[in-house]
């Protein structure tokens, strides 16, 4: 049962418009939440996180929504530019921890000239 | 700082090999953890080691062992390997010290089992 899901395999984004990535969970129980970024070849990054005191926090370009209500997080990144281009992860964790982050399938991220 | 590293980069074995992925960090962290990638599926955790001297199952532990040698450690083994252990590894670390953690990967590992 995936308790994170990332619906959207790829999402396609002209250079200066918003990207916005989509993340849903089922486990009431999270109360962390993460984004992470992939280049090809390397290991993912740390971007941005929230926790469910918060609905939005933001860190430049990169903003973090979360809705606990619809168990819903989005990122919206304005404005996208071609080294956006990257596999974009949320995750989300109980109290426990790091060691109990679950991780959601990835969304690709393309950002055209 | 070269932060989490990995290694080999790559490795293809046959079916019923051995072999043990290698990980160090060099931020002095308490946790590690064992991760792998696969389509579709994001990362899953294989297994972690919360401090030196502990080691727990993770969410895909069936096939692997893991040793954390000291601190800065922490190595992935396959007994003997199958086609579905085909994957990208990746070792990562943090502080360890409760909740609201950034976990740090390495660059990753790609095996192929044939």
């Known amino acids: 049962d995936q308790q994170v899901k990332q619906n959207s395999p790829s999402l396609s984004v002209q250079e200066g418009r918003i990207s916005i990535l989509n993340c849903d969970y089922t486990n009431s129980m999270f109360d962390y939440f993460l984004w992470y970024k992939k280049y090809p070849a390397e290991g993912p990054t740390f971007l941005i996180s929230i926790s469910s005191i918060k609905d939005k926090n933001e860190d430049g370009r990169f903003t973090v929504f979360l809705n606990k209500s619809a168990k819903h997080l989005s990122l919206h990144i304005v404005p996208s530019q071609p080294g956006d281009s990257a596999v974009y992860f949320c995750a989300a964790s109980v109290f426990q921890g790091a060691q109990k982050l679950v991780f959601g399938q990835g969304t690709r991220l393309t950002i055209n000239p | 700082n070269a932060g989490v590293t990995q290694t080999p980069k790559f490795q293809v074995l046959k079916t019923g090999q051995s072999m043990t992925l290698q990980c160090a960090q060099d931020?002095?962290?308490?946790?590690m953890y064992w991760y792998r990638q696969d389509p579709g599926m994001g990362l899953r955790l294989i297994y972690y080691s919360a401090s030196e001297g502990t080691t727990d199952k993770g969410e895909v532990p069936n096939g692997y062992n893991v040793s954390r040698l000291n601190k800065r450690e922490f190595s992935l083994r396959l007994e003997s390997a199958a086609p579905s252990q085909t994957s990208v590894y990746f070792c990562a670390s943090s502080w360890g010290q409760g909740t609201n953690e950034k976990l740090f990967f390495g660059s990753g590992t790609q095996l192929s089992v044939l």
């Open positions: 931020m002095n962290h308490n946790s």
